[in-house]
């Protein structure tokens, strides 16, 4: 079993940074990538993910439209994995959710953390 908290969101001005954070606990071992999704005021959460990261060797990916304001990274000493925003939109307001990825089989298996608000003002 994996836990998975997210924290640092809040509301920021447009064009300002900032960084939200997933510290996950438990198996963290059988963690294979993590995973930042968000869910836009009265809409479903993105099933699209904004960036991943791998566990093991750091690899990233973003989603084509945020990549260049968004930045993954992880402290693999502290078992945390972060998103640096940048140049924040209101339309980037949303929650935004941590999600340990487990694919290796027998048993995959998704951890989502309880997410973080975010709030960009104009």
């Known amino acids: 079993q994996v836990h998975v908290v997210e924290s640092g969101g809040k509301l920021v001005q447009a064009g300002e940074s900032l960084r939200l954070s997933c510290a996950a606990s438990?198996?963290?071992?059988?963690?294979?990538?993590v995973a930042w999704y968000r869910q836009p005021p009265g809409k479903q959460r993105e099933s699209l993910a904004i960036?991943?990261?791998?566990?093991?060797?750091?690899?990233?990916n973003y989603r084509d439209s945020l990549q260049g304001r968004f930045t993954i990274s992880r402290d693999a000493a502290k078992n945390t994995v972060y998103l640096q925003m940048n140049r924040l939109q209101p339309d980037d307001t949303a929650v935004y959710f941590c999600?340990?990825?487990?694919?290796?089989?027998?048993?995959?298996?998704?951890?989502w953390g309880q997410g973080t608000q975010v709030t960009v003002s104009s």
């Open positions: 960036a991943t990261i791998t566990t093991m060797s750091g690899r990233t």
């Open positions: 999600a340990a990825h487990k694919v290796v089989p027998p048993s995959p298996a998704v951890y």
């Open positions: 438990g198996d963290v071992a059988s963690i294979d990538f």
